[in-house]
């Protein structure tokens, strides 16, 4: 006889009863803070705003006990989560696939009109650009495959506001384009899963100055 357990034990046997192995995950998306605009988009910096701000991201997540920092490519995610990497004497290691979704090969004229007909319709792409459903695929697969490789462990996702709600939607879809507008900036969210399957989604950004670890937790 088996049973589940949210506690991890290596096949010990107590009373007669084997307690079925279980893998824990928590992955932090942490969307990055406020940078400077100019248009090389993969190399854009922190503002000084966001530079305080990167201070309280990484003072939050030291209560979360994280073992893992991973990122998108892109300098604000990278700058914005490598103070929890720092904490734990390590680098931050670059995933391509958390990078933030790419709109149009050119800039567009109104941006919340098109990211409007974006969230409207999934399939709907405009050159040069991803659809919210293949980003959204680019963004679930990268997030599997980093629980599969890190089972058990508790990983920081640097990442970006419109990849960041194209995955949590994928596993609810309260998190659309509404909720988008309302992501700030940082922000963070933590989505427990056991093996695969998702438990909870919850907040753990607070935007106040008073650094503390918030959040109601939203089961799924």
Same mark, same amino acid.
């Given at each position: 006889?088996? !049973?589940? &357990?949210?506690?991890?034990?290596? +096949? ?15 992955? #932090? ?23 305080? $701000? /990167? ?15 991973? &990122?998108?490519?892109?300098?604000? /995610?990278?700058?914005?989560?490598? +103070?929890? /990497?720092?904490?734990?004497?390590? =680098? ?17 004229? $109104?941006?919340?009109? =098109?990211?409007?007909? @974006? ?11 991803? &659809?919210?459903? @293949? /980003? ?7 997030? !599997?495959?980093?629980?599969?490789? #890190? ?7 640097? =990442?970006? +506001? ?8 994928? !596993? ?6 509404? !909720?988008?507008? =309302? ?31 918030? +959040? ?5």
């Amino acid at each position: 006889m088996k !049973f589940s &357990s949210l506690f991890v034990f290596s +096949g010990k046997v107590i009373e007669g009863l084997i307690l079925e192995v279980v893998a824990i995950s928590k992955v #932090y998306l942490v969307r990055h803070a406020h940078s400077e605009y100019t248009p090389d988009e993969k190399n854009r910096q922190l503002s000084e705003k966001g530079r305080v $701000d /990167a201070l309280k991201v990484c003072e939050i997540l030291m209560h979360e006990e994280i073992d893992v920092v991973v &990122s998108s490519p892109y300098m604000r /995610a990278i700058q914005t989560v490598e +103070g929890v /990497a720092a904490t734990l004497n390590d =680098t931050v290691e670059i995933w391509e696939d958390f990078r933030e979704r790419k709109i149009a090969e050119n800039p567009v004229d $109104d941006f919340n009109k =098109t990211m409007g007909s @974006l969230w409207r319709d999934f399939e709907f792409e405009i050159d040069g650009g991803e &659809s919210n459903i @293949l /980003a959204q695929e680019r963004g679930v697969k990268a997030l !599997f495959k980093c629980i599969e490789k #890190y089972k058990n462990k508790n990983v920081v996702v640097g =990442t970006h +506001g419109n990849i960041m709600v194209l995955i949590m939607n994928y !596993f609810n879809k309260k998190y659309g384009y509404e !909720f988008w507008k =309302t992501l700030n900036m940082p922000d963070i969210y933590c989505l427990e899963f056991v093996e695969k399957e998702i438990q909870s989604i919850r907040q753990v950004w607070c935007p106040s100055s008073k650094i503390e670890v918030v +959040g109601e937790e939203n089961s799924i």
